[in-house]
Structure formats: C-alpha cells, structure tokens
C-alpha cells in the first residue's frame, strides 16, 4: 500500500512520545458519548498496552503478515455484534483520535502523512468491520 513505510515511520516516531497513548484515549473518549460507558471498567494501562500493539498488527496486516492478519482476526471476532457489538460507524471516530494524537506527537507530520495514516487505517478498520455479522 502506497503510503504504508511513511505511516510506519510516523508511528515509531509518535509512539515513542510518552503522552501518545494517553492522548489518543483523552481524544477517543470525548469523541462519542457512547465511548465512556464502554471502558468504564477498564485497566487503561493494560488497553493502552493492547492498542499499542493492535496498531502495529494493523500495519503489519497491511503489509501482508500473516501475524497481523491473524491478529486483525481475532479483534475483528471479539468487536464483532456477538461479543463486544462495537457498531462500524464507530470506527470512523476511533481512526480520526488516533490520527489527532499522532499529529501531536510526530515532529515530521506533514498533510501526506495524515492522508496516508487515514487510508491505511480505514483499510485496517473495514478488515475488523467485515466481521462484525459473522455469526
Ligand atoms: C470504535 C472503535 C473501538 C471501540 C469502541 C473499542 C472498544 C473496545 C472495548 C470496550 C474493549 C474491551 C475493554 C475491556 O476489556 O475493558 C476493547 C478491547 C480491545 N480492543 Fe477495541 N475498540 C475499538 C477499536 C479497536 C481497534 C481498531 C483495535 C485494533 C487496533 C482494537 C483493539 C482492541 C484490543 C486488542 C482489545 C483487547 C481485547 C481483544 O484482544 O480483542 N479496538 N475494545
């Protein structure tokens, strides 16, 4: 995928950034009243270990790994309407948080960047929503 080193750069140079993480769930959160409630039990510093890793995953699916392609899979099965029911208009909320705080947090951000980071993570999104009616 065109665009997908750049946005790997650009990710190794926001995550390396301490406040990342916490940024993008201070974003994520406020972004949809729906979000709050869902997390109200949850041990942040464990999910932002979980996230940190899921975006890695999501690009190395992208890159045709199978890790992450088997990664995608199971997240894709646990958000689906059976278990989490994590609806597939949410996602857009969840791609526009994280690109917020990587723009924050990356000191060589530029507009191809961002376009490339929302392309790459919209195709990552669609391969989890493709499962959501799985049975
Ligand atoms: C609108 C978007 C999303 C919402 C609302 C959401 C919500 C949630 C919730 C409520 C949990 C359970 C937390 C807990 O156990 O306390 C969870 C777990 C998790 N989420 Fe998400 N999520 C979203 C998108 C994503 C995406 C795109 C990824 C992949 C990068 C992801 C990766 C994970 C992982 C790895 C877990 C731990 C459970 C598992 O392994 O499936 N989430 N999510």
Known sequence: MEGLEAVKHSYGRAALKPAFF????????GSHPSF?????????????QLLKTGVAMMLSHLEGKPVGTMTLNRIGESHSK?????????YQYWIDSLVAAAKECDSQW???????????LRAGVDYITEQYDKP
């Open 22 to 29: 916490d940024r993008f769930y201070d974003i994520f959160l």
């Open 36 to 48: 709050k409630p869902m997390f109200q039990n949850t041990d942040f510093n464990k999910q932002k």
């Open 82 to 90: 059976k278990r989490l029911n994590i609806q597939p208009a949410l």
């Open 110 to 120: 530029t507009p191809d960047i961002e376009r490339s980071w929302q392309k790459a």
